[in-house]
């Protein structure tokens, strides 16, 4: 690609970041120093990702981890393919903000160049990853649609009529899990990842909402204080329901705004499933209250445990779940285990003193500028050209 398009790329990327950051508002948590560690997290993506894409590019082709990872239950997704250029981006922000005086010329040419590959490799993997052949949610109008054939064809099989009671439970069900996969990943949506909106029969669109790397004692641990002693009934999990006169928008971090927001009443089938080895497997929606209560337990465990840190503590955590989000990315070509997944001492030295003492970085003064202002420097630097 050549500059003029990857910078088209990076200002529509920074309209997708701001969009992102508007939904959410500002990460707060009453636990964990989410601004903070997001920002050392962001760091050691910048010092550190290029070096373990290299090894993952040099295994397979972004058009042929694509095409492997249209599948149910897949590590490789909207929300983990936003990984590949919004960690690395918000972090060469910081220090073209930080270290040269907000230019972009002055960021070392060998930095430029590994950017442009990067950014390529992610180009390549989102247009052949979602089915409208966009490289995000975003251009692709709010739908997240990448599944193939197979695994639609296979989820339409397997639904089965459900009341609306039936789906209130379901939620809640759910809701369950979503809080403890939350907790997990200290305060992030890493293990989460909703898809949709399919067309059935009928007039009805299917949705889907997806967790991978439960804790559920077989698994090799995904973080260091994942084990707990309550453990869910698999490590993955998936969730497939139909609605009737609804609307869907997704965005590139992976969550569905339904509307209207409760949506019982307007579902009419559902399915449930894990994967046991490579193969899916179709679960009994009754099973589900079993993921429930042992989320709820984990969940309970994990906060007693976080609560007990301090600031530090918590904020070197929550960074090295981030980092570790990349694991998702040497897993299909497995290298996982020669991957240092520990936040380098280098970063912890520059960066940790100073987020002890601030809560945010001084570059995140740009996501609050005008609209006329990004038109001409967009929130993420723009390549020298």
């Known amino acids: 690609m050549e ?20 939904e959410r508002g500002l990460l707060e948590s009453k636990l964990f120093p ?29 058009k042929e981890l694509a095409k492997k990872s249209k599948t149910l239950l897949s590590e490789i997704h909207a929300l983990s393919i936003t990984y590949l250029w919004l960690y690395y981006s918000l972090a060469r922000m ?12 002055k960021e070392p040419f060998e930095r430029q160049e590994q950017w ?29 649609l990448a599944l193939g054939d ?12 459900v009341t609306e009671e039936q789906v209130r439970k379901i939620r809640r069900h759910i809701g369950a899990v979503d809080l403890y996969a939350f907790m997990d990943e200290c305060e992030a949506r ?27 004692g077989k698994e090799n641990l995904w973080l260091p204080w994942s084990d707990t ?33 409760d949506y019982s009443r307007f579902a009419s089938r559902a399915c449930a499933y894990t994967k046991h080895g490579l193969k899916i497997v179709p679960l009994g929606l009754d099973e589900l209250s079993a993921y429930a209560e042992a989320a709820d337990a984990a969940q309970t465990e994990l906060y007693l445990k976080f609560a007990e840190w301090d600031k530090r503590t918590l904020m070197l955590a929550g960074a090295q779940a981030y980092w570790r989000g990349y694991a998702r990315y040497t897993n299909q ?52 050209e």
């Open 3 to 22: 500059t003029s398009e990857i910078n088209q790329q990076l200002a529509h990327l920074s309209q997708v970041f701001s969009d992102i950051l508007a």
């Open 34 to 62: 989410v601004n903070e560690y997001i920002s050392v997290s962001f760091y050691q993506t910048y010092e550190h990702l290029y070096d373990v894409m290299t090894q993952v590019w040099g295994k397979i082709t972004p």
């Open 94 to 105: 910081g220090v073209i903000f930080n270290k040269y005086e907000s230019d972009p010329s």
């Open 116 to 144: 442009k590959w990067m950014l390529e490799k992610w180009y390549n993997l989102g247009i052949n990853y979602f089915n409208t052949g966009k490289p995000t949610v975003a251009l692709s109008g709010g739908v997240n």
């Open 150 to 161: 197979d695994s639609i064809d296979w989820l339409k099989n397997h639904l089965e009529p």
């Open 190 to 216: 890493a293990k989460i990842i909703d898809h949709g909106p399919y067309p059935v029969d009928n007039n009805e669109i299917m949705i889907i909402s997806e967790y991978t790397h439960l804790h559920d």
């Open 229 to 261: 002693e309550s453990k869910l009934p698999s490590a993955s999990l998936g969730i497939a329901m139909t609605l009737k006169d609804c609307t869907t928008f997704f965005n590139d971090v992976g969550t569905v705004t339904v509307e209207p927001g």
């Open 333 to 384: 070509v497995g290298i996982t285990d020669k991957i240092d997944w520990n936040l380098s001492q280098s970063v912890i030295d520059e960066h940790v003193p100073f987020f002890m003492d601030n809560d945010a970085d001084p570059a995140f003064i740009r996501f609050g500028r005008f609209d006329d202002e990004m038109e001409e420097d967009p929130t993420l630097y723009l390549l020298p």
